[in-house]
């Protein structure tokens, strides 16, 4: 397995872009309920300019789905194994 890898062999989860994910922004189990549970989207992995400690798979940001930006923002393909 390469160094720096996921369990799974994946490599590159942070730094690179914000990754869109598909799952809505809800507070974790325990949490309080935050207004934007179901309507905001979640990103995860930081960016190029982030801050070192957004620099985690699971730091998460909520964002509306409908915003546009390119410097920072991206998605990865993914399949399932043969």
């Known amino acids: 397995m390469p160094l720096l890898a996921s369990q799974e062999g994946v490599l590159?989860?942070?730094?690179?872009v914000w990754e869109?994910?598909?799952?809505y922004y809800a507070p974790y189990e325990g949490g309080t309920?935050?207004?934007s549970t179901g309507l905001y989207r979640v990103?995860?992995?930081?960016s190029w300019n982030s801050d070192p400690?957004?620099?985690?798979?699971?730091?998460?940001?909520?964002?509306d789905p409908e915003f546009r930006f390119s410097?920072?923002?991206?998605f990865r393909c993914?399949?399932?194994?043969?």
Request: glycine content about 14%.
């Open 12 to 16: 590159n989860l942070i730094g690179n």
């Open 20 to 23: 869109w994910t598909n799952d």
């Open 33 to 35: 309920l935050a207004r």
């Open 43 to 46: 990103l995860r992995g930081g």
């Open 53 to 63: 400690n957004h620099l985690t798979t699971t730091y998460r940001l909520a964002y």
């Open 71 to 74: 410097a920072n923002g991206g």
């Open 78 to 82: 993914v399949r399932s194994a043969p």
